[in-house]
């Protein structure tokens, strides 16, 4: 047999040439599959010139493959279930699972998603690793995402280009007043000025969207203190009467041990994503991973 044009051939052609070659009939192959007889044939013909040889004769009123058919059929076999391996998705199993999975993230998502998901994870996939990576600013999302040093990112949403990038909202949460134990309720306009607050800065410039929000209405809150993380304020709040203005749901775990009030500042939501490369889009493992933080988030 003459060596096969394999860039010319389709897993079309292997299966009907087999279709035919199992049931000795072109008319039976063409309604098995679905097609005419003259489609059939015409690919089969396109067969025959692409390997050189004939790959069915007639024998009375029917046909019988060559000796070329016979060799060609379990070649044909085998590329066409490669082909499907291809294309089918490998089942994930997270208990065989001893790969490592890479989160970046801040201390907020850490103590709301990742301490749950490690219990998840403890069941599910005990031999698998979980690696946490502070996340830092949202300009650093990218750069991490893009380099491939990290499998999910959570995180609030990113505004920027995301061309290759997917974002999931997992959920939102309201900002609220911490304030220690008999201090002054922070509740009105008033009051919240005339605190002393502490704040999280996670950048250089010390970007504050409350501030902003306060100076377009020329008012100015009094910051004592910013800190790069959450572990910091519920820490340094216990040594001072300080006001910190953050998401609802540290009440449960951080800032446990402070009391909270609603913002007397009109504020929108936290809404809190889970971000990946297109990249790892398809992976099964990685789906897996995605829908237990989604359920976590969905369920807390």
């Known amino acids: 047999m003459n060596s096969i044009d394999y860039l010319a051939l389709d897993g079309r052609l292997l299966r009907q040439f087999l279709a035919v070659y199992d049931t000795g009939s072109v008319t039976a192959a063409a309604d098995s599959l679905g097609l005419t007889q003259s489609n059939i044939s015409h690919n089969l013909e396109r067969l025959n010139q692409l390997t050189g040889s004939r790959l069915f004769t007639r024998r009375g009123r029917g046909i019988v493959a060559t000796e070329q058919g016979h060799t060609l059929a379990p070649r044909a076999r085998r590329i066409l279930q490669e082909l499907a391996e291809i294309a089918t998705q490998p089942d994930y199993r997270p208990a065989e699972d001893t790969g490592r999975f890479v989160i970046a993230c801040n201390d907020y998502e850490r103590e709301v998603l990742v301490k ?35 499998d999910l990112v959570l995180s609030p949403l990113l505004t920027r280009d995301t061309s290759e990038l997917h974002q999931q909202r997992l959920f939102s949460d309201e900002m609220v007043c911490f304030f220690q134990h008999g201090q002054p309720r922070p509740d009105s306009l008033e009051r919240y000025l005339r605190a002393r607050h502490i704040r999280v800065g996670f950048s250089a410039n010390g970007h504050s969207d409350i501030d902003s929000y306060l100076a377009s209405r020329k ?82």
């Open 116 to 150: 749950p998901l490690l219990t998840v994870l403890q069941k599910a996939a005990p031999r698998c690793q979980l690696q946490l990576l502070p996340l830092g600013s949202r300009d650093d999302i990218l750069p991490a995402l893009h380099r491939h040093q990290v």
């Open 219 to 300: 008012l100015q809150r009094d910051t004592a203190l910013i800190v790069a993380s959450f572990d910091a304020v519920a820490s340094l709040m216990s040594q001072a009467p300080l006001v910190a203005t953050l998401p609802a749901r540290l009440s449960n775990n951080l800032l446990s041990g402070f009391d909270h009030c609603p913002s007397p500042i009109p504020l929108p939501e936290l809404e809190i994503h889970q971000l990946w490369h297109q990249q790892h889009h398809s992976s099964a493992r990685h789906r897996w991973l995605r829908s237990q933080v989604r359920q976590l988030a969905e369920n807390p």
